[in-house]
């Protein structure tokens, strides 16, 4: 696709000149500095501000008239995507714990929090990468194909004849999952490096994904409204959990009743058909060339306002210079950043950055937020596996067990319900009538949500503490069922009570998820966007590792609510309920102080724009 642009000091609005040339073939026009024009295009697009390519178009229309295309081809392509996320994550901690692998269920869950952790905490690169170098639409395709080469890997090592040249020779067999018996020490996890790099390199692939892919998707529609962003939204996140009802229901069932080497192929090929779906829609796809990081000049302008010596150097040692400096410092210390105030940046950069300044604290709060909803593949999985799993009829004479990662569908299928019904009917409504809530105060609920997961994953209404009660039962009785092919002890006591705390997460991410990403989108400054956007991911990276590092704290010796060193394959001897309680202490603490947080926020942009914070819902 042809981008077109003007001379440098056209695209950047003419600085320092009133006005700015742009001269196409057969024709030579004068522009004044910030018009927006656009230009018809082979094909039907047209060019505006800043290079911006875009579908030409006359009178403003509905919300996704003229960009059903385009968003379509934006929302199947991260369909695929996470439908192949999904394929990776969803039997991780079951892949791993069986052979040849036999890691032990603390590390399989620890290696899943970094994997998610570092596929977040990437996102903010992935964003620089396209503001500064190759643009949203490229990035997104670079990052797609690292995506594929990441998981051409796991097909490799999921098959016998492959995975020995990847891992090298396997460890002796020990005796599995010796809940009741001696073990020794802790063995090195084998094939370690080759598992691990395979997940790292899908993990920078996911993460420039995910902070380019949902501000290129908004940006379809950005010049219909707000109302047509939050529309959007609503079916991005819509998008992502039908890709993940796809493969849990599908792929997750290949992989733990049939073969890993099958369950692994198909969600590589969901990459590639991403891929494509991408490269083709480009002719449809508004797209714009990069134009510098806002990354590059917020370091500079945090760096300049926390040197203020510097700044009493550039004033000199008079007096005079020192009563200026003085009469700063009761300035903002960004203002003094300003170049009216004698600082080296342009009025629009220091705002930007000062607007981040002000994001920061709500991502800063939405970490215990990640760090319990990270445990729904990992340590709600590895629950399941030790309660009553039930068989399936199959086609073929080996019986078939129920999917663990199928109770995650129940999470998915519950947004995918309520998502139409919350677009079409419930906002309608609230709006009409003036109680539609902000984005921070949605947030707020699904943290609410997300803390009665956490509790719901230790308490089950009438029956008191389900894995109090799980390990009260093993003392009694075990079941050895054999979920893939690796035997676990479990309770006699059946999956269905997990469903409560699913159910409970999946409300939160209703409330919290989608206004988070909205809110991260809508509050960021237009030329900070995908920068923002990547730090709302990047702080949901910090969340995922949090939990890796609460696994690892409470799987100490000393500690031993996670691993008591005797147990390689089951939780029998550990305390999981502990640390669910943990976490909904942590997170009910927070939901306290992001009220504070996102009050004070509020307050702060009804003064900016003049609006009493009383009005404000």
Not at 207 to 231: H, I, L, W
Not at 384 to 404: E, N
Not at 488 to 498: E, G, H, S, V
Request: aromatic share 12%; hydrophobic share 50%; glycine share 10%.
């Amino acid at each position: 696709m042809r981008t077109l642009t003007g001379r440098p000091e056209a695209r950047e609005g003419g600085a320092g000149r009133g006005e700015a040339d742009r001269t196409w073939p057969g024709c030579r026009t004068r522009l004044a500095r910030g018009a927006r024009v656009g230009y018809r295009q082979p094909g039907g697009l047209m060019e505006g501000a800043a290079g911006e390519l875009a579908p030409l178009l006359g009178a403003r229309q509905a919300a996704f008239a003229g960009r059903r295309a385009a968003c379509a081809a934006v929302l199947l392509a991260e369909l695929l995507e996470r439908a192949a996320f999904y394929g990776v994550t969803a039997n991780l901690v079951l892949f791993l714990n069986g052979a040849p692998f036999l890691w032990e269920g603390a590390q399989a869950s620890q290696a899943l929090l970094l994997f998610m952790g570092l596929a977040y905490l990437v996102s903010p690169f992935g964003g620089w990468l396209a503001d500064a170098r190759l643009g949203r639409a490229r990035a997104i395709l670079l990052s797609l194909a690292l995506y594929f080469l990441g998981m051409l890997a796991f097909p490799l090592l999921a098959a016998p004849s492959t995975s020995g040249a990847l891992c090298g020779a396997p460890r002796p067999t020990r005796v599995r999952n010796c809940s009741a018996l001696p073990c020794p020490d802790v063995p090195a996890r084998y094939c370690a490096p080759a598992a691990l790099s395979a997940l790292a390199l899908v993990g920078l692939g996911v993460g420039a994904v995910k902070a380019n892919v949902t501000p290129f998707g908004a940006d379809q529609v950005k010049d219909r409204g707000p109302e047509a962003t939050r529309r959007f939204f609503n079916w991005f996140y819509w998008s992502i959990n039908l890709g993940a009802i796809i493969s849990l229901g599908g792929i997750a069932y290949i992989q733990q009743n049939v073969s890993f080497v099958t369950g692994y192929i198909i969600p590589t090929v969901c990459v590639g058909i991403s891929f494509m779906v991408f490269l083709c829609g480009q002719k449809v796809f508004i797209t714009k060339p990069p134009d510098g990081s806002a990354f590059t000049d917020m370091f500079k302008i945090l760096a300049y306002s926390c040197h203020p010596q510097k700044r009493i150097g550039e004033h000199g040692h008079s007096s005079e210079g020192i009563g200026v400096f003085q009469q700063s410092c009761k300035q903002s210390l960004f203002d003094s950043c300003k170049m009216s105030h004698g600082g080296p940046f342009t009025e629009d950069k220091v705002e930007d950055v000062k607007a981040l300044v002000k994001i920061v604290p709500v991502f800063l709060a939405l970490i215990p937020y990640w760090t319990v909803y990270f445990q729904m593949q990992t340590t709600y999985f590895l629950q399941s596996l030790h309660l009553k799993i039930p068989k399936i009829s199959s086609i073929t004479t080996i019986h078939h067990t129920f999917p663990a990662a199928w109770l995650t569908m129940f999470d998915a299928v519950l947004i995918l319900l309520l998502i139409p019904l919350k677009d079409k009917v419930v906002d309608p409504i609230l709006k009409r009538n003036g109680l539609l809530p902000s984005s921070l105060k949605r947030i707020a609920v699904g943290m609410f949500f997300v803390m009665c997961s956490a509790f719901a994953a230790a308490y089950v209404l009438i029956l008191g503490i389900l894995e109090s009660k799980r390990l009260n039962l093993v003392k009694e009785k075990t079941i050895n069922q054999t979920i893939g092919n690796v035997t676990y002890f479990a309770a006699d006591l059946p999956i269905w009570w997990q469903v409560p705390q699913y159910v409970l997460i999946g409300i939160s991410e209703i409330f919290a998820s989608i206004a988070g990403l909205e809110f991260a989108y809508s509050a960021a400054p237009k030329t900070m966007q995908s920068a923002i956007m990547g730090l709302f991911f990047f702080f949901s990276g910090v969340g995922s590792f949090v939990g890796s590092g609460l696994l690892a704290l409470v799987s100490i010796k000393a500690i031993g609510w996670m691993s008591n060193h005797t147990d390689f394959g089951n939780i029998n001897g550990c305390y999981l309920n502990y640390y669910f309680f943990l976490l909904a202490a942590i997170q009910g603490a927070t939901l306290l102080l992001f009220l504070v947080v996102s009050m004070k926020y509020d307050r702060q942009r009804s003064r900016a724009n003049g609006v009493p914070a009383s009005r404000r819902t």
